[in-house]
C-alpha cells in the first residue's frame, strides 16, 4: 500500500489540543471546561511528550497558561470550536515511512454550527509542520471514523451517508476517497451513532479499534440506557464483519438540564504514555479504566473530569489530534 494513516497507538510527535473560549458554547460551565482541558494537556506533558494547547483568542492566552503546566506549549491561533480532532489535519505515512498531512473540507457538522476559522484551521495548523499537505475537497471530520493501522476503517452510515455531508458521494465513492487520501483498504459501516450526538453520529464516541482487528464497543448495562440497541447493532455488525469485540461499559443515561446527552468512554485519547478516559461522575467510570486497561500495557491509564467539557458537544478525543512521529 502506498500510503496508510497509522492507529492512534503509534508514536506520536505531538498532540494538538482546542482549549475552550467561547461562553456561547459553555453559557454555564465554560472555567470548569478550561480547567478540564487545562488538566488533559498536562496529564500528556507530565508523560514527557510535546503538547500543544490551542486557544482562540488573545484573551484566552493568559487563562491557559495559568491553567496547565509548564510544559504545555500555549499557542493563539484563532478557530471557531475546539473540536480539533474534526477541523485539525490527519496524518499518513506514504512510502519509506514519510509522513504527510491531509485536510478536508469541513461544514460544521451538517451545517448545524459553522464558526469562522474552522474551515481553515487545519491548513494553517499543517502549515506549522513543514510536512506537504493535501487537500481532499470531501466534507469530512475526522471523528468519523477510526483506524486500526491496517488499512481497515470503522464509521457510521449516519454520519458519512448523511445528506447533509456530501450528497452526491454513495458509499462505494466515500470508500474510493477515503482509500486515495487515507489508504483506506476496507470499511465497516455501523448504523447509527449515540443518541442525541450533534455530529451526526461519529463512531469516535460509539466503538474504537484497541488492536489490530479488535474493536471496543459498549455494553448497556442498565435497562435506561438510551443507546442499548445501537450498541448491539454496532456489535453484532463488527462479529460479522469478523472483527474481535471488547465488551466497554457504557456511561448509561446521562443528562444534562434535563436532555439526554452523548456521553462516552469511547471518548478516550491515546498519547504515548497514557491513555486519557473521560469522567463523568457515573458508576461506571472506574470499570471503564479497568476494561481498557489490557490493551494498553505500556501506558498509564488516567481518567479526568470531563462532565464540563461534554456540555460543549464532545471530550478528549473530540478535542484533540496527534501529529504522528517520524517513522
Same mark, same amino acid.
Do not use: M
Given at each position: 500500500m502506498s500510503l496508510l494513516m497509522p492507529p492512534?497507538? #503509534?508514536p506520536q510527535e505531538r498532540l494538538w489540543i482546542g482549549f475552550p473560549g467561547d461562553p456561547a458554547e459553555w453559557p454555564a460551565a465554560l472555567p470548569a471546561a478550561q480547567r478540564q482541558a487545562a488538566a488533559f494537556a498536562s496529564a500528556v506533558a507530565d508523560a514527557e511528550q510535546p503538547v500543544t494547547l490551542l486557544v482562540r483568542s488573545e484573551a484566552d492566552l493568559a487563562i491557559a497558561r495559568s491553567l496547565a503546566a509548564p510544559a504545555v506549549t500555549v499557542q493563539h491561533m484563532p478557530f471557531g470550536d475546539v473540536w480539533l480532532? $474534526?477541523? %485539525? +489535519? *490527519? %496524518?499518513? *505515512? /506514504? +512510502?519509506? %515511512? #514519510?509522513r504527510a498531512l491531509v485536510d478536508f473540507d469541513f461544514n460544521g457538522w451538517g451545517g448545524k454550527f459553522r464558526m469562522p476559522g474552522d474551515e481553515d484551521i487545519g491548513a494553517r495548523l499543517a502549515a506549522t509542520t513543514g510536512l506537504p499537505c493535501r487537500h481532499v475537497p470531501m466534507i469530512f471530520e475526522g471523528g468519523a471514523v477510526d483506524t486500526d493501522g491496517t488499512g481497515l476503517f470503522v464509521t457510521t452510515e449516519q454520519c458519512l451517508l448523511n445528506r447533509n455531508r456530501n450528497p452526491g458521494l454513495d458509499r462505494r465513492q466515500i470508500e474510493t476517497l477515503l482509500a486515495g487520501s487515507l489508504g483506506l483498504s476496507a470499511m465497516l459501516w455501523l448504523g447509527d451513532g449515540l443518541v442525541n450526538d450533534h455530529t451526526d453520529g461519529h463512531v469516535d464516541n460509539l466503538a474504537r479499534f484497541v488492536a +489490530? /482487528? !479488535? *474493536? @471496543?464497543? +459498549?455494553? @448497556?448495562?442498565?435497562?435506561? $440506557?438510551?443507546n442499548t440497541a445501537i450498541y448491539a447493532d454496532a456489535a453484532e455488525r463488527a462479529r460479522a464483519f469478523g472483527l474481535e469485540i471488547a465488551p466497554m461499559p457504557s456511561v448509561g443515561r446521562y443528562e444534562v438540564d434535563g436532555a439526554i446527552v452523548p456521553a462516552s468512554y469511547m471518548n478516550f485519547c491515546?498519547?504515548? #504514555? !497514557?491513555v486519557i478516559v473521560p469522567q463523568y461522575g457515573a458508576p461506571n467510570d472506574g470499570a471503564a479504566l479497568e476494561a481498557l486497561a489490557p490493551f494498553f500495557p505500556g501506558r498509564t491509564l488516567v481518567g479526568l473530569p470531563s462532565d464540563a467539557i461534554l456540555r460543549g458537544g464532545g471530550s478528549f478525543h473530540c478535542m484533540s489530534q496527534q501529529l504522528p512521529a517520524a517513522a
Open positions: 492512534e497507538w #503509534a480532532r $474534526d477541523t %485539525g +489535519p *490527519l %496524518g499518513i *505515512l /506514504g +512510502p519509506n %515511512g #514519510a +489490530p /482487528g !479488535v *474493536l @471496543a464497543v +459498549p455494553q @448497556a448495562t442498565t435497562p435506561d $440506557d438510551p491515546i498519547t504515548n #504514555a !497514557v
